[in-house]
């Protein structure tokens, strides 16, 4: 194993564009674009747009259901 990879640290990920954050919430991207992407903020950089991860964890327990009601 070369240095470089022994050295190499994994870095949390604190945004995601549209198909990571899709592939984060286990959902297509055609859902995602239609479904979730309207409740979200998004980041602009340059011509990328980013969905930062806590408002995808945030959607995700606004969402929740639990016994036929919302748990939020």
Do not use: C
């Not at 564009?17 to 998004?42: C, M, T, W, Y």
């Amino acid at each position: 194993m070369t240095s470089e990879k022994r050295m190499r640290r994994t870095v949390p990920r604190l945004a995601f564009n549209q198909q990571e954050a899709a592939e984060a919430l286990g959902i297509s991207v055609d859902h995602f674009a239609r479904h979730v992407k309207p409740d979200l903020p998004v980041v602009y950089s340059g011509a990328l747009r980013l969905y930062p991860r806590q408002s995808l964890e945030e959607w995700l327990k606004e969402h929740t259901i639990q016994q036929g009601r919302r748990v939020a």
